[in-house]
């Protein structure tokens, strides 16, 4: 089969050569993560891109342009962002993407940040049996939210997941 593609239009000229490596999704997840090697993420860990369309530049996250790409859509809908299921902010893989309400992604991103904190707790707490008032000075949650961690991790014993 021979696959005639287009020259690339001037509106979306790319400098360089973008290449993908895969890496290990989490569980759950049919296809490995894209990750791009070729260019680095800024700070936030996000790859952004810069293209110049009907002469003016518009910088834009690339994995909100893949799935723009991927489902047509030539603008990204306002109030939405594009979510990462994997939780790699470098992945780039249309079925890793979902499409957001502004404030259902902070609700996501928040959630994973406490499951974040209170692993991290779990395990200081394991290493240390401090109190829940120890634990909410350290994780900076309420004396209260220590206290029913703990409660929670004594009722869910050792091996709980
Ligand atoms: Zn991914």
Not at 74 to 94: F, K, Q, S, T, V
Request: aromatic share 10%; with cysteine; charged share 25%.
């Amino acid at each position: 089969m021979t696959l005639h593609t287009e020259a690339p239009a001037a509106s979306h000229h790319q400098a360089r050569t973008m290449r993908f490596e895969e890496r290990e999704a989490p569980a759950g997840l049919s296809k490995p993560c894209q990750v791009c090697v070729t260019h680095r993420p800024n700070q936030d860990g996000y790859l952004y891109k810069t293209w110049t369309v009907a002469g003016r530049k518009v910088k834009e996250a690339f994995h909100r342009f893949i799935y723009r790409a991927h489902n047509g859509w030539d603008e990204w809908p306002a109030g939405l962002e594009c979510d990462h299921i994997c939780g790699n902010r470098a992945c780039c893989e249309p079925s890793h993407l979902r499409p957001l309400q502004v404030s259902d992604h902070k609700k996501v991103t928040n959630t994973l940040r406490y499951a974040e904190r209170e692993e991290a707790a779990h395990c200081h707490w394991l290493a240390t049996g401090c109190t829940g008032t120890a634990l909410a000075d350290k994780f900076g949650v309420t004396a209260s939210t220590g206290c029913r961690w703990i409660r929670q991790w004594t009722a869910e014993g050792p091996y709980a997941p």
